[in-house]
T-cell receptor
Framework: NAGVTQTPKFQVLKTGQSMTLQCAQD?????MSWYRQDPGMGLRLIHY???????DQGEVPNGYNVSRSTTEDFPLRLLSAAPSQTSVYFC?????????????????FGPGTRLTVT | SQQGEEDPQALSIQEGENATMNCSYK?????LQWYRQNSGRGLVHLIL?????REKHSGRLRVTLDTSKKSSSLLITASRAADTASYFC????????????FGPGTRLSVLP
């Protein structure tokens, strides 16, 4: 399995441009998420999806759109890039694991996309 | 916010020493997870501890959880240069389904 893959690895945009960050997973996980990571901070949730056709907003959704037409893919669209969106973007997929001690979600991360908006 | 906070922000030790990182959080949780991030890479899941567990081990890692104090610690024993990374704790994000709330992380440097 390739796990969670993201493209591109690096991207430079000018203010006002739009683009789509791609994310795919081959683990048949029902849940997928997008986070951004800024220097000195933990990850902040942008949008997430609990299954094909279902998306919801996270902590910092403004300026981003998502769609989930298939289980495998969860693209993130920047509508009109702004310098404040300069960040590293991580896609993750997760699934619920159960054991004798109970159930918990396990989240798997892609390698990230480093985006700079000038 | 129920964001976890790691302490210290940065830690520098010699190879072979033990490294201890702490995490505090604000609201009740179902589970807490620790992740490692090497520079320029994605996050790698290390260990999960459930709210009804007090301690878990995985190789050289030992995680403790004190729900009365809303805190957790990650101990790496006999550290190696390859352990140099940022370490994050994450708690379940009750407002966002199956997702997690991450702290700002502890940057660990293990010097040879």
């Amino acid at each position: 399995n390739a796990g969670v893959t993201q493209t591109p690895k690096f991207q430079v945009l000018k203010t006002g441009q739009s683009m789509t960050l791609q994310c795919a997973q081959d683990m048949n996980h029902e849940y997928m998420s997008w986070y951004r990571q800024d220097p000195g901070m933990g990850l902040r949730l942008i949008h997430y999806s609990v299954g094909a056709g279902i998306t919801d907003q996270g902590e910092v959704p403004n300026g981003y759109n998502v769609s989930r037409s298939t289980t495998e893919d969860f693209p993130l669209r920047l509508l009109s890039a702004a310098p404040s969106q300069t960040s590293v973007y991580f896609c993750a997929s997760s699934t619920l694991r159960t054991s004798g001690r109970g159930a918990a979600y396990e989240q798997y991360f892609g390698p990230g996309t480093r985006l700079t908006v000038t | 916010s129920q964001q976890g906070e790691e302490d210290p922000q940065a830690l520098s030790i010699q190879e072979g020493e033990n490294a201890t990182m702490n995490c505090s959080y604000k609201t009740s949780i179902n589970n807490l997870q620790w992740y490692r991030q090497n520079s320029g890479r994605g996050l790698v899941h290390l260990i999960l501890i459930r709210s009804n567990e007090r301690e878990k081990h995985s190789g050289r890692l030992r995680v403790t959880l004190d729900t009365s104090k809303k805190s957790s610690s990650l101990l790496i024993t006999a550290s190696r240069a390859a352990d140099t990374a940022s370490y994050f704790c994450a708690t379940d994000a009750r407002d966002y389904g199956q997702n997690f709330v991450f702290g700002p992380g502890t940057r660990l440097s293990v010097l040879p």
